[in-house]
């Protein structure tokens, strides 16, 4: 088997990735509680528990049956996944009022990993196949989530380094889409879930 297809489930992998998601991970709260302290603003407690979600259950994944052997899969995986850590508090927001998104991103992550429950993954891989709970309603639930959070973010969180952010985070997250669903496509009951859930993140519309 081609070592790359493994990887993503070796412990020293775990291990390497803990060791680069955690400083990052806790350098993003610091900045966000500080930010909360200083504002009273929820949305940015919100946040955190988004991005605390996301790096704890990438950390307590189950094995995966088959990994992604495309390196492009991994690397648009990986810095997509982290970049979001790089996001700033601003002083000022085109919308303010979007700062509920958040909130409602955040819940809609909360009910989409409960349906996925530990087969979360960031790389393009097949663990068990999930079609119920939020699966009902679009192929990939928690991806819908991070476009509502992360724009409900920027909204409130208007500046030059935000935007970037936001626009390589979303940039990586449609490739990686496509490239999962690529992956896990040739399984005939994953393509039997896609002819009979059409649209992947905005129903109606994609």
């Known amino acids: 088997m081609n070592r ?12 390497a990735a ?8 806790a350098w993003f709260g ?40 495309i390196p492009l899969d991994w690397i648009v995986a990986i810095v997509g996944t982290f970049s979001t ?3 700033l508090p601003a002083t000022w927001g085109i919308l303010p009022s979007a700062k ?3 909130a409602l991103g955040t819940l809609l992550q909360i009910f989409g990993m409960i349906s996925l429950n530990r087969s979360f993954a960031i790389v393009a891989a097949k663990r068990e196949i999930k079609t119920k709970g939020m699966y009902r309603f ?12 992360y724009s409900g973010y920027l909204l409130a969180n208007t500046n030059f380094e935000n935007l970037m952010i936001y626009l390589f985070a979303i940039g990586c997250m449609v490739l990686r889409i496509f490239r999962e669903e690529n992956h896990l496509s040739v399984d005939q009951g994953y393509a039997a879930y896609m002819r009979r859930v059409r649209y992947r993140i905005i129903p109606f519309l994609f």
């Open 18 to 25: 803990a060791a680069l998601l955690i400083p990052m991970w």
């Open 85 to 87: 850590l790089l996001f």
């Open 138 to 149: 679009v192929r990939h639930p928690l991806y819908a989530s991070y476009l509502l959070t």
């Open 4 to 15: 790359l297809s493994t990887m993503g489930s070796h412990p020293i992998t775990q291990i």
């Open 30 to 69: 610091y900045r966000h509680i500080v930010a909360f302290s200083v504002t009273d603003e929820w949305s940015y407690l919100f946040l955190c528990i988004s991005e605390t979600l996301t790096v704890g259950f990438l950390l307590i994944r189950t094995y995966p049956k088959s990994v992604s052997k």
């Open 100 to 102: 509920y998104a958040i």
